[in-house]
């Protein structure tokens, strides 16, 4: 008679393989989607950005480094871009922490409606671009606007707002603030919350003003969350597109032609698969060194 206290294993399978076989089968399904719509594209385009490839004829011949060379020494146009996307980042990240964090120390605390100011500030993140974007650019236009109206009421003659050069830009880096700061806000009201209330409660003993106690005290708490906070919404505005295509389409005058959407340009309007393909490497290494960059800052205590 068998013992039906003896375990019963799959022949020629060991516990320690049916553990390994049991894991990996529970991961496949994200192992595949990562091979599928992550390793494989990526692949791809490392393929394209060394071919001229063009989309409507068809036709691809293999160029090696010609592509690179082509953006970095012979084009004028991709430096015009990477000054555009520099400066649509410098607008846009300092003033999206600012913001972010000015909201967080307002709202971390409990006080009667703070739940309804954290949902009203978080809403236009969870709004569809699409929608946010459309909405604004009516809003911005320039006589017929309501912002240019509302300005007219107090007597002050606003722009065309996303038709001047000199404006266009300060308006979709204004527009993209608004629509993602309510993210930074939760991820900052987050980290003060973690902050032990005794640390605070110290420094006042001691005679420490709000400036010395954010300064020496809260600040230092929050390089964490603004290590990430940084890293993200950097990464966040040279990925931006949308905005650029519905707002502006890359002008007036190419003021707003940032990288992301000159790639799109470059692939879908003017079918040069592999030169957008080189300007995807570019920017992918160019986000790179700048995360590591921030993240070397982090360590040695400048950020």
Request: proline content about 5%; charged content about 10%.
């Amino acid at each position: 008679m068998n013992d039906p206290r003896r375990t019963e294993r799959a022949p020629g399978l060991s516990l320690k393989m049916r553990g390994m076989l049991t894991a990996w089968l529970f991961v496949s399904p994200t192992v595949a989607g990562f091979m599928v719509f992550f390793l494989g594209p990526l692949i791809a385009v490392v393929f394209y950005s060394a071919t001229e490839w063009n989309m409507l004829s068809q036709t691809s011949t293999f160029v090696g480094w010609a592509n690179y060379q082509d953006a970095l020494t012979r084009n004028p146009d991709f430096w015009h871009v990477m000054r555009n996307s520099v400066v649509f980042a410098l607008g846009l990240v300092p003033m999206n922490i600012a913001l972010a964090l000015a909201l967080a120390m307002s709202l971390y605390r409990p006080f009667r409606g703070v739940v309804v100011f954290r949902t009203i500030f978080f809403a236009p993140v969870v709004t569809s671009a699409v929608a946010w974007a459309i909405v604004w650019k009516f809003l911005l236009q320039g006589e017929a606007g309501a912002v240019n109206q509302i300005l007219a009421t107090v007597g002050i003659d606003g722009p065309n707002w996303l038709r001047e050069p000199n404006w266009a830009m300060f308006a979709v880096i204004v527009t993209r603030v608004i629509k993602m700061v309510g993210l930074n806000m939760i991820l900052y009201i987050a980290a003060l919350q973690a902050i032990p209330r005794d640390f605070s409660e110290a420094a006042r003993l001691e005679g420490a003003t709000n400036w010395q106690i954010f300064r020496m005290v809260i600040w230092p708490n929050l390089a964490p969350a603004t290590l990430i906070i940084v890293v993200i919404t950097m990464i966040g505005s040279f990925k931006v597109f949308d905005h650029i295509y519905l707002m502006t389409g890359g002008g007036p005058e190419n003021g707003t032609l940032v990288l992301a959407f000159y790639i799109y340009q470059q692939a879908f309007e003017f079918f040069n698969v592999g030169y957008a393909s080189a300007l995807a490497i570019i920017m992918f290494f160019i986000v790179l060194a700048l995360t590591l960059v921030q993240i070397l800052l982090r360590r040695r205590g400048s950020l």
